[in-house]
């Protein structure tokens, strides 16, 4: 065990961040070029590289290969200039915000990535708000400038009047697409080259005036005196550099570049390192706090995930560690049922492998192999006093579809993959109160495929859906209920937990039924 001078150094090491952004933003290929940077990969795989097979080595799910999109939350860490980095990467498509909001919950910054020539879409916002709502840092990777982008005045003014956050460039295209000479770097006082002619000097560095040297001939260009106009714009009109701000999450650094031609990132991690924050203290249920150096261990399950390695059907509950050290071997108390457990099997991700891990501290990501001990949201601790740490968000489907298996000689792995599935959160599971049919519910279309493509591919299990469309989810509760309400209108299930509810048909159907059950009492969540 380390003493506590150690684990103060160990813990203020520790920078955990989530990526956020829209579908196809280039969050994935900035993820790939940081592990590049931290030696964990050899080469970067961009995402849509399908022909070569060169995939990227953060989406290791066979759908996200074939997609080229990411699905589940990545979790990978690497050490880069006595930093530990533990990156979370998660999906950019709305249908799997859930997972996204989750990931939010167990992380102390956050990178933003937007596209250069589509600016801020919807998703972003989304998840911007999320973070805006923790007060999480945000540092924003303005994406894609090798190609034709929008105006790098307009994207700084979209920030602060879409996201209503202010914004302090701390470099600056000069050009873009093809015209890309490179960055005017106003945080290190000096120039990033593009194409560089000698690869062993690709800076230019700035006198105290902004200038490059009299003698280089990118003075002479008018490029050169469009972007110096543009910086002295910002540095008259433009927000002050300020850390305090930074840090609550009122101003965003905003960084130029691209991801795909590695232009930009790695200026951008050295300096995120600098103004990211160490590992936090977390809320518990109660609304007290636990510090990340208490002596005591904690953390929290925010993640699931089956067959990370098909060939040996295994399952890995992720765990945000939120104070103290976990040591391989620990005993720690599950709040969910009060009892003791044994940490012995526990693994953290470096890109697509992994590694068995012995020791982590606060701020930690680690993966625990669970054979169905741990549930999403479950709290774990040692120390006398109990912890439970606050609700991660649940959102309540909206889609759903009626699922049976389509070889009835195949019960037993339908049955093991809906369980296993389920228990990851993407999708729900209920079963109607009559004939105990399998309904699965979900935000969006997307997850019903990807649930259909992975019985297949990872429990041999052919499923049949049968569409019921959008339905309103209403739980009941159970002394009020009576089955005789159930009618062509809604649909009486119950969830996992044994909790009965209604699927309405449309907002109709429901003020149908208060208008004729008036005391009755439903609710959207339990």
């Not at 990526?19 to 933003?25: N, Y």
């Not at 916002?125 to 007060?135: A, Y």
Request: glycine share 8%; proline share 4%; with cysteine.
């Amino acid at each position: 065990m380390k003493t506590p001078e150690q684990l103060k150094q160990a813990v203020n090491t520790r920078r955990t961040f989530a990526i956020i952004s829209h579908p196809d933003a280039g969050k994935t290929t900035i993820t790939e070029q940081m592990l590049l940077f931290g030696g964990v990969v050899r080469e970067a795989g961009t995402v849509k590289a399908k022909k070569s097979g060169n995939f990227a080595k953060s989406d290791w799910m066979e759908i996200e290969k074939k997609r080229g999109i990411s699905v589940t939350s990545s979790v990978m860490q690497f050490d880069y200039q006595g930093k530990r980095i533990n990156i979370l990467d998660t999906p950019g498509h709305e249908d799997f915000s859930e997972d996204t909001y989750r990931t939010l919950m167990a992380v102390d910054s956050a990178v933003m990535v937007i596209d250069g020539a589509k600016g801020i879409e919807p998703q972003t916002k989304k998840l911007f708000q999320i973070c805006k709502m923790r007060g999480i840092p945000i540092f924003t990777f303005i994406n894609k400038f090798d190609r034709d982008a929008r105006e790098p005045l307009d994207l700084m003014a979209e920030l602060e009047d879409v996201l209503g956050i202010q914004s302090y460039a701390m470099n600056w295209p000069i050009g873009m697409g093809r015209g890309l000479v490179g960055l005017y770097d106003r945080f290190n006082k000096r120039v990033a080259l593009a194409h560089p002619t000698d690869d062993s000097q690709p800076y230019i560095p700035l006198d105290a005036d902004g200038q490059i040297p009299a003698d280089n001939p990118l003075r002479e260009d008018s490029i050169w005196q469009d972007t110096l106009d543009e910086v002295d714009l910002l540095d008259e009109a433009g927000n002050d550099f300020d850390e305090s701000k930074i840090a609550s999450g009122q101003l965003t650094p905003v960084f130029f570049g691209s991801a795909l031609t590695n232009f930009g990132v790695q200026t951008f991690l050295e300096t995120y390192l600098n103004y990211a924050p160490a590992p936090s203290a977390h809320k518990t249920e109660n609304d007290e706090t636990v510090e990340p150096l208490s002596a005591d261990f904690s953390g929290f399950v925010f993640k699931i995930q089956a067959n990370m390695n098909p060939n040996h059907r295994d399952r890995i509950a992720f765990v945000r560690i939120c104070s103290g050290e976990f040591d391989r071997g620990m005993d720690v108390t599950l709040e969910r049922t009060g009892k003791s457990m044994r940490l012995s099997n526990s693994t953290q991700f470096m890109a697509d492998s992994r590694e068995t891990v012995e020791t982590a501290v606060a701020g930690d990501i680690i993966g625990l192999y669970d054979t169905g001990n741990f549930q999403i949201g479950d709290s774990i601790y040692t120390g006398k006093q109990d912890i439970k740490f606050e609700k991660l968000p649940q959102f309540t489907p909206e889609l759903f579809v009626r699922v049976m298996a389509k070889n009835v000689m195949k019960q037993k792995s339908f049955h093991k993959g809906i369980d296993q599935l389920v228990q990851e959160g993407a999708v729900q599971l209920y079963s109607t109160y009559s004939t105990g049919d399998y309904i699965l519910g979900a935000v969006g279309q997307l997850q019903f495929e990807v649930f259909q493509f992975r019985m297949l591919n990872e429990y041999n299990s052919e499923v049949v859906m049968e569409p019921l469309g959008h339905k309103v989810a209403r739980w009941i509760n159970p002394d009020q209920l009576d089955e005789h309400m159930s009618s062509s209108r809604n649909i009486l299930v119950k969830d996992r937990a044994g909790a009965p509810l209604f699927l309405f048909e449309n907002q109709f159907a429901e003020n149908w039924f208060k208008s004729k059950y008036p005391d009755v009492e439903l609710m959207s969540k339990l």
